[in-house]
């Protein structure tokens, strides 16, 4: 059932730092709002919990993409469409800037924030394994200051970050060190583009000669987070791609990856279909490396 | 309650509301402007998209309160001084309106696609109405009036 919106309070603190002395104050008791994608909906039908909520939308200091020592940093209130408009991105992270066009329809790019697909922690979420191949770190604020951790170490469960109730996400931060890199993303839908993906699969690697000298992949909807397949990478890290090895190195790539699939059953799909097909992916990923 | 202010088809609004009342529902109850429609009420149709500063959104996802400070673009501000926009000329006359539901929202999203490619590829015309969902004509109408209103270049010289 619709909720009843005169239950809910909503402000718009003037600045980050009020913001975050509310939040440090009382933690738990005021739930972030930015792009209101996820949260708007969740008011529709009736399951927003939190019935006190700050918008954060307005921090023009939280919305930025520069170039940074050899990195880019990418603010949590950068959008979609921020994203793909990016030159730099579209340059050195050109799986960001697929992810991001294909989360979903221009007007959610429009308003859509990356901090929100990331604390909004869906195993579905199309831009977290893309910032997992690419070795990105996060930045969080409160009012006791900024930590960094390794992207990596976000995510610690279903819907579950490290991210505490005083905190927002401030930014992330990626190496643009993929310059001749292989890189592959593949999504697979209902309706594809704009359906929450039921698979996605994301890679880079880097090959010498015919071996594979380096190799990372990172999916959603194959645990209960997004994940780096960690288990697939290191079976496939100095694999052959020679023509008499191909069909054994892309054997392992498959056993392993089963190894580590531990996806849920939901409205969306069967555990063991998205198992297949995220297998698939990887078949198709490792062929093209082979090429 | 919460005053929201912004600028809605060229006139400065002030509205008095729940900061979490949808933007949907101040256009259609507040302020009357009923030409903005709500289909799903979860981002799924874009029957509800306007224009804000200059950007597709769904307004049914759009706390009022957000709203503040902005330009917004409604179906009502499309045409100028009683004269439809070309490119809802080019739906009525191409069939790319039936029941009329999908309409607005499919007008103000060929108005951001040609504002960013005068000239669309069928792709291009595809993805930027890819939020916009229609039961009525099955889309080819729908995509052949935003060739039209392409071919019309109805934003040349804006
Ligand atoms: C029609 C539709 C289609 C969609 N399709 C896709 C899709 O294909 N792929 C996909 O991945 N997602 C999809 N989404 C989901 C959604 O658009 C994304 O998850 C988006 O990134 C959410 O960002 P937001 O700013 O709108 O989040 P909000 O709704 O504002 O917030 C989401 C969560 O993040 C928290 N939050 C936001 N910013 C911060 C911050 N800086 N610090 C701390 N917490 C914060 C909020 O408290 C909330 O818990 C879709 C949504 C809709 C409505
Ligand atoms: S009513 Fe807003 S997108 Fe359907
Ligand atoms: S004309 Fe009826 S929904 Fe499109």
Known sequence: MRSDVTEYELSAPATLQEMLSLLAAEPGKYTPIAGGTELMVALGVGRLQSRSLLSLQHFQELRFLREEDGHVVIGANTTFTDLRRSALIAEHLPLLAQSASWTGAIANQNRGTLGGNIVNASPAADNPPVLLVYGASITLISASGMRTLDYNDFHLGYKKTQLRADELVHSVRIPLAYQGYRQYIRKVGTRNALAISKIALAGIARTEGTRIAEIRLGAASLTDRPIRCLAAEKALTGASLAADSLEATLQAGRAALAMEAKPIDDIRSTARYRSAVAENLLEEFLRSLAE | ?158
């Open chain 2, 1 to 158: 309650m919460s005053k929201v202010q912004f600028l809605l088809n060229g006139q400065q609004q002030s509205v008095e509301v729940p900061p979490m009342k949808r933007l949907l529902d101040v256009l259609r109850e507040d302020l009357r402007l009923t030409g903005t429609k709500e289909g799903c009420g979860e981002g799924e149709c874009g029957a509800c998209a306007v224009l804000m500063n200059g950007e597709l959104v769904n307004s049914c996802l759009i706390p009022a309160l957000q709203a503040e400070g902005t330009r917004l673009c409604t179906i009502e501000g499309v045409s100028t001084d009683g004269h439809l926009h070309p490119i809802q000329q080019c739906f009525l006359e191409r069939g790319g309106a039936q029941c009329g539901i999908c309409t607005p929202g499919m007008i103000l999203a060929t108005h951001q696609l040609l504002d960013k490619y005068p000239n669309p590829t069928m792709e291009q015309i595809q993805e930027g109405l890819g939020g916009n969902l229609c039961r009525c004509t099955g889309y080819m109408r729908i995509f052949e009036s935003v060739q039209e209103a392409a071919a019309l270049n109805p934003l040349a010289g804006k």
